[in-house]
């Protein structure tokens, strides 16, 4: 717990401008972890000090990629990010952030997800269903999915 509240006071010296040297710190101290909180609360700062600065790596070694953190949240700003630093839109080998953003609800993040060349179809791991599974009571997002060709 105190490292994890020792990253939280780095993200924030970051933020107001504190010396570079945090930023040393901030890398020997886990920008991974800290990239995944950022995704969650949508901090797109921390996050681009994380990925540009810490080379914080992607996906993190904590199973839940931060993209699918940031497109459950409905983070559409840090969903670009982490993509444009290249997360992988399907989620390769585990839960799948197309599957996470129409869980959410976030047609926004879906729709770029999407456009991204995230499959419509993909099955996410441990039983969450498909992306359209996920949307079942959200009739904008079943018509994203169903102009992307998910299967009913």
């Not at 994890?4 to 930023?23: E, F, I, P």
């Not at 390769?92 to 993040?109: I, M, N, Q, T």
């Not at 770029?112 to 997002?141: H, I």
């Not at 018509?143 to 009913?152: F, G, I, N, P, R």
Request: glycine letters at 10%; proline letters at 5%.
């Amino acid at each position: 717990m105190k490292i994890k509240r020792g990253l939280k006071l780095l993200a924030w010296l970051c933020v107001v401008g504190a010396a570079v040297s945090c930023l040393i710190l901030l890398a020997k101290s886990g920008a991974d972890s800290l990239l995944k909180d950022a995704a969650s609360r949508g901090d797109a700062r921390v996050a681009q000090i994380c990925l540009l600065v810490c080379n914080a790596k992607l996906p993190d070694p904590e199973y839940i990629p931060p993209l699918c953190t940031a497109a459950r949240a409905g983070h559409l700003e840090i969903v670009k990010l982490l993509v444009q630093h290249g997360a992988d839109v399907n989620g390769s080998g585990g839960p799948k952030p197309l599957v996470s953003a129409c869980y959410g609800g976030h047609h926004e993040v879906a729709k770029f997800l999407l456009q991204q060349g995230a499959d419509a179809n993909a099955e996410a791991c441990y039983g969450n269903g498909t992306p359209l599974q996920s949307a079942e009571f959200n009739p904008e997002m079943i018509a994203l999915l169903v102009s992307y060709c998910a299967k009913q």
